[in-house]
């Protein structure tokens, strides 16, 4: 694929995008994105010459009528295929036990991953073995074998980050084994691709890739990203949200981890862009109608002002 | 043999399919049953014990229909005509029941145990 | 063959009755078979009619589903998008799957083949002609409660595989989910139905001399498809019921805390739904294969080998299920055996493609209006095989699966697969069904706006897949590559169903004013181009010999012979609906079918079963009892109307040959549409069988905490009366055979107390367990396997006693033995399920303990 013809060129750039399977960052993803373009080429070859065959016949003057359509059958209707699939069944099975979690040398990191209505939540152990628990946002380091322990609190739900590697499905009751590897530092969109109920379109989340020596400081980071308890929104927090949500990397809620909030690109599972305590703030107060069905209460009870401390206090959590 | 030259050709090819279908479902639950149990250590000549469940299953059933095809084969007249009917169905039938049962197995060799 | 061939046209025998003229026995003829005006129209039970009425039906549900379907596209139009709230956008995808797949595709072809099958085979009517009539009304009735649901509000909306634990009561509280599972399991019992009455009249209602190799193509295809809707449908039903079940009851069949598996509902719902994706395609195919030869002015290339591709598409397509799970996690070697399946099953519909080409290149093709849309199909199809190929591949499907490129995919082979050779079908046949011909500049602008809005919509959505959208989602995010992909596919959608709009104005305009069609406009050579246009009610007034694969090539003249009552049973009798029965192999007459008349039967037998579903719905369970009694005492009273009180004697049928009428003949039809029945029960107890062996492999939370305790004295008691009925069946049936009416009738009766017996003992046997069915889904599978068997011992009671009665009132002989001879079936049938059954309610304990 280094060199292209200036066709494949422009038709890569139509190609690329942040959930593109097509714009390949990590083994998996790349040899699927390979055998897509294999499969393009000669399907569409097939694809072009059963209907030439078909426009052919129906020119009046030619000269078919001395085909032997035993042969012409067998032929193109058993053999040809036959081949054909042989061919791909064959690399199909070696590119699928390719990206299989297969125990190798070097050893791969252990991270997990729960999807539930409509967020995901990960955790992961630092070098001392310590959890750090984020939502929405998975941390990994780039060049290195991830597994990714899957599992689901609820309905199935399944991670997908396309430019990575293929889909596994989130089932309650089963624990899936996911192996990633990202090529290059950088952010990577991912979704939730079985249908899960209401907010099913609005179960996005992010893998943010470390360059691999900056990796445990980036956890560390994130451990350390709690909110200010002396801010006068502690109080509030703790009163009406602490009973769901943990503001605590180290520890774990029924709810979306809040540590490190104000460093996230978005807020609520992809349905808004974090632009600071004004999106979070905007969450607080209509979260209802940005995402009608979320587990989240109501939050009328509160009033404005304790809304606004709950955002500054959130947003020094970073 | 004489049993089998009196079915129609339309039933041998069911028969031949169904064996297929015996191949096919039998690898499926000896894969499950094995992952389940742990069937799939290495046990004898390298191979698991999962391994050679599956071989021998899909070896059984190759050699059945391996069997019948021979028996089939002699004397099949192979055309689209009404007397053809029957020989088409039953030879071609054990012979892409078997073709079938070979391609499906294909797996057994490329593919890892319970990953 | 020769000895009971006669020459078709050949003055071999006299014609029966020289002196009748042809408008005198078209008078008589359809004084028997016409269905009565007005209200009697309600009773109607003639296949012309229902088939009609089934195809009619479809197409309104494919315009709703169309309706669905554009409400979509105008929601996913523009990014961000909201035109409907997420909760209503989910119904709306659900229904327009579920009316598409259950209440449009399935359907359509019922009715296609009841329509079709008699006219083309040369017989009157189908074996079951009142079963059509209510499966016709459980279907219309079941339609009709599922969009009843839609327009209150409370549509299912949890796609239409219904996946749990989403579809469970936790977390779908409402009714939305039990609209789906009972309305669509209402609508199965006609599709079951359908499957016994088009596989029992293929096998046993043809014209004299039409064997099994020379039969119409469509009718191989037909046959397949029938067969594997009989293996295919039952896993969804038992699906359904478990899963009704479970949200009724608590029965945690899928439930993983409680020794459940959401799991085990996937592979039920594929089970069914990968077969059925070759049941809907398979008659289209069929389609195919009889209008492309006409056009191509070349007889089909290749016969032999297709029918051969039949019966392996239809084995193959069963191992494919798990392809539709490849992201669920199963080991990768058990996905290469249905990835290997998969792209298998690509031969067999290759060598279908490349005869239909071998036909278009041997022959002077015209490209009339059916070719036109026969070639978009080769375009649109074959993308869609392609593509199918590419899906079988694991690592792609690990890509793609539940993204858009799967929605590209599945339409390109449903649209392309079914709908396109449909419209082409709709074209060639119309004349027959309404005597006029096409109008074609209408025809053809359809065909163009289709054709081109289906590509715009569809070959986009490819893209809109591997660029990572994701199906089901109500809205999408702008900037992403995906906006003009979207917008585009909304163009081409509204196109598309513009052009559908207009293809059913040109369906309406034909009936109206197309020009009178003459007998055979298209030069074919199928039997259902016999008849005069539009076919009387009785088909054909004297019923066709059939000496080779293309009737009307080797005697051009056969309508006229057939109308002028040269040929079998052209004399009406005793006023009987008579048509002729065959050998299955050979299609040598072996009995004259005699058909019942129309009748509000069906009609009220169906409001019963509707009765009993809504009374589900609404959970009133006693109400659903009264329901279940009435269904059961009124078709006590159907089947009670029929058969003879005298043994009947061989009866001329023309040709100088004669027959039995069908009481007193061995292999008539009513056997064969119990033994199909049971194949179809067999399937459900055997997705039984397999889903308890799932759950003990692969559940988590197994082994239960409390299993079932040894009951030797139950078991020996349900033993005793499972074996005991079926024994004094086979007695019964041996006194019979002697003579010896009392003996037989006692011998029978004896049956009820056994059957009831047996069903008694194996319906307390899992309350012996000390942990109730809800705790764990061991006790919950136990329980529902022993109910399934009491009930079926139940049933066999039931008819034993309906078998003594029938003895007593003169109704059975040594040679009317079919009521006996059914009631054992039943007995054996049950008996077997039962020491299954037995042997895993008693010895798993034993076999699952370590």
């Known amino acids: 694929m280094r060199r292209l013809a200036p066709g494949a060129a422009l038709a890569l750039a139509g190609c690329s995008g942040p959930l593109s399977t097509l714009d390949p960052a990590g083994p998996g993803a790349a040899s699927v994105a390979a055998l897509w373009w294999v499969m393009f080429f000669a399907a569409s070859a097939i694809l072009l010459g059963v209907c030439a065959v078909a426009l052919y016949a129906l020119r009046r003057e030619r000269r078919g009528r001395g085909l032997d359509a035993g042969r012409f059958v067998a032929g193109w209707g058993v053999a040809f295929p036959v081949t054909v699939l042989a061919v791909l069944l064959v690399i199909a099975l070696r590119t699928g036990e390719g990206m299989l979690p297969k125990p190798g040398p070097e050893g791969a990191l252990r991270v997990e991953a729960r999807g539930q209505q409509w967020w995901w939540g990960f955790t992961q152990h630092d070098a001392a073995g310590g959890p750090v628990h984020t939502a929405g946002e998975l941390h990994i380091p780039a060049g290195r074998a991830v597994d990714v322990h899957i599992t689901a609190a609820d309905v199935i739900h399944s991670f997908w980050v396309p430019r990575l590697t293929g889909k596994l499905d989130a089932i309650p009751g089963h624990e899936n084994v996911l192996r990633l590897r990202a090529d290059a530092p950088g952010v990577y969109e991912g979704q939730c691709a079985e249908f899960c109920g209401l907010q099913h379109a609005q179960m996005d989340f992010r893998v943010i890739v470390h360059p691999a020596g900056a990796y445990e400081a980036a956890l560390a980071a994130l451990a350390a990203a709690r909110p200010d308890p002396s801010h006068p929104g502690a109080a509030d927090f703790a009163a009406s949200c602490a009973g769901c949500h943990a503001a605590d990397a180290r520890q774990d809620g029924a709810a979306p981890n809040l540590a490190g909030l104000a460093r996230r690109g978005r807020i609520g599972g992809g349905t808004l862009e974090n632009e600071g305590r004004e999106s979070i703030l905007l969450w607080l107060r209509r979260h209802e109608t940005l995402k009608p069905g979320s587990r989240e209460p109501s939050h009328a009870a509160l009033d404005d002002a304790a809304l606004s401390r709950i955002a500054d206090y959130l947003e020094t959590a970073r | 043999m004489t049993g089998l030259d009196r079915l129609p050709g339309v039933v041998v090819a069911t028969l031949a399919f169904i064996l297929w279908s015996l191949a096919f479902g039998l690898l499926y639950v000896a894969v499950s049953l094995g992952c389940a149990w742990g069937w799939d250590r290495p046990a004898w000549m390298g191979l698991s014990l999962q391994r050679w469940v599956l071989l021998g299953v899909w070896a059984v059933h190759l050699a059945v229909l391996g069997a019948l095809l021979a028996r089939s084969w002699r004397g099949t007249r192979w055309g689209d005509a009404e007397a053809s009917f029957r020989p088409v169905l039953a030879t071609g039938g054990l012979g892409l029941a078997l073709a079938a049962t070979v391609w499906c197995g294909l797996p057994v060799l490329l593919a890892s145990d319970c990953l | 063959m020769s000895r009971t061939q006669p020459g078709v046209t050949g003055p071999a025998t006299p014609p029966t009755e020289p002196a009748m003229s042809p408008l005198r026995r078209h008078r008589l003829l359809d004084a028997i078979w016409r269905t009565p005006p007005g209200l009697g129209r309600l009773g109607a039970v003639n296949h012309s009619i229902v088939g009609a009425r089934f195809m009619m039906t479809a197409f309104v549900f494919f315009a709703i589903g169309g309706i669905l379907a554009m409400l979509i596209r105008a929601q996913l139009a523009r990014p961000g998008h909201v035109f409907m709230p997420p909760e209503q956008y989910n119904q709306v995808f659900t229904m327009h799957g579920t009316v598409m797949m259950f209440l ?382 979207n917008l585009l596919s909304s163009v081409g959608g509204f196109m598309t169903a513009i052009g559908f709009a207009l293809f059913a104005v040109d369906m309406l305009m034909q009936r109206r004013f197309g020009r009178h069609a003459p007998r055979n406009p298209w030069g074919a050579e199928s039997l259902e181009w016999s008849l005069p246009l539009p076919p009387p009610s009785y088909n054909a007034a004297s019923l066709p010999p059939v000496d080779s694969r293309e009737p009307l090539a080797a005697h051009p003249g056969l309508g006229r012979a057939l109308a002028a009552g040269q040929h079998y049973l052209a004399t009406p009798r005793h006023g009987w609906m008579e048509t002729l029965g065959v050998e299955v192999v050979s299609g040598r007459p072996d009995q004259i079918i005699l058909l019942p008349r129309p009748t509000l039967l069906p009609l009220w037998t169906a409001l019963a079963t509707g009765l009993c579903f809504l009374a589900m719905l609404l959970k009133q369970y006693w109400l659903v009892g009264a329901g279940a009694a009435l269904v059961l005492a009124l078709a006590l009273f159907w089947l009670w109307s029929m058969g003879m009180r005298e043994d009947p004697a061989p009866l001329p049928i023309g040709h100088g040959e004669s027959a039995l009428p069908h009481p007193g003949v061995a292999s008539q039809p009513g056997w064969w549409g119990m033994a199909l029945l049971l194949v179809a029960d067999g399937a459900l107890f055997g997705s039984l069988l397999f889903g308890a062996l799932f759950l003990w492999v692969v559940a988590p939370g197994w082994p239960p905490p409390a299993l079932l305790g040894f009951s030797p004295w139950l078991a020996l008691l349900a033993l005793a009366g499972l074996l005991g009925a079926p024994l004094a069946g086979a007695l019964g049936l041996a006194a019979l055979r002697r003579g010896r009416m009392g003996a037989c009738a006692a011998l029978f009766l004896l049956g009820a107390p056994a059957g009831l017996l047996g069903a008694g003992a194996v319906a307390a046997l899992p309350l012996r367990h000390g942990a109730p069915p809800t705790s764990h889904a061991y006790a919950a599978a136990m329980l529902v396997l022993a109910l399934y068997v009491a009930l079926h011992a139940a049933l066999g009671a039931v008819m034993a006693a309906y078998t003594a009665a029938r003895c007593g009132s003169g109704h059975v002989s040594a040679l009317r033995d079919l009521a006996p001879r059914n009631t054992l079936m039943w007995q054996g049938y049950t008996a077997l399920c039962g020491l299954a059954a037995l042997l895993l309610l008693q010895f798993w304990p034993w076999m699952a303990a370590p």
């Not at chain 3, 199965?188 to 499957?195: L, Q, V």
């Not at chain 3, 016969?303 to 539709?324: E, K, R, T």
């Not at chain 3, 669920?328 to 298998?344: E, L």
């Open chain 3, 104 to 485: 449009f595709a399935i359907p359509m072809f019922e009715g296609l083949a009841m329509y079709l099958l008699p006219k083309m085979l040369g017989a009157r009517d189908l074996a079951f002609p009142r079963l059509s009539a209510y499966g016709y009304w459980c279907y219309l009735l079941g339609g009709g409660f599922i969009i009843g649901a839609m327009l209150a509000g409370v549509a299912p909306d949890g796609g239409w595989f219904m996946y749990t634990p989403l579809s469970s009561s936790t977390h779908t509280p409402g009714i939305n989910a039990d609209v789906w599972l009972l309305g669509i399991t209402f609508v199965e019992i006609s599709a079951i139905g359908a499957a016994v009455e088009i596989t029992a009249s293929i096998l046993k209602m043809r014209g004299a001399g039409m064997a099994l190799r020379r039969m119409p193509i469509l009718a191989w295809y037909f046959l397949v498809t029938a067969v594997m809707m009989l293996v295919g449908f039952p896993p969804l039903i038992l699906g359904s019921i478990l899963l009704e079940v479970e949200r009724a009851f608590g029965l945690p069949f899928f439930d993983p805390a409680r020794g459940g598996d959401p799991l085990l509902w996937q592979h039920l719902f594929w089970l069914f739904g990968h077969p059925e994706v070759y049941i809907i395609f398979l008659p289209a195919a069929g389609v195919i294969s009889t209008v492309l030869p006409v056009f191509a002015r070349h007889r089909l290339v290749g016969y032999n080998a297709i029918v051969l591709a039949l019966v392996a598409m239809g084995f193959l397509s069963f191992g494919l299920w798990v392809h539709h799970m490849f992201a669920v996690g199963i080991p990768h070697i058990a996905q290469g055996f249905f990835s290997a399946a998969s792209m298998a099953v690509a031969i067999p519909t290759a060598v279908q493609i490349f005869a239909w080409l071998a036909t278009l290149l041997k022959g002077r093709p015209r490209l009339d209006l059916p070719m036109l849309y026969l070639l978009g199909f080769f375009f649109i199809f074959v993308n869609g095989g392609l593509t199918g190929v590419m899906v079988a591949v694991v690592p792609f499907d690990w890509q793609v699966h539940d993204s858009y490129f799967v929605v590209a995919h599945l339409h390109y082979v449903l649209v392309g697969g079914f709908v396109f050779p449909l419209m082409a079908g709709a074209y060639y046949w119309m004349p027959l069904v309404t005597g006029r011909m096409p109008i074609y500049h209408l025809g053809r602008a359809a065909f163009w706006l289709i054709f081109v809005g289906f590509n715009l919509t569809f070959l986009l959505m490819h893209l809109t897949g591997l660029l990572g959208m994701p199906r089901r989602v109500y809205t999408y995010p702008a900037g992403i590559g995906w906006d003009w992909l």
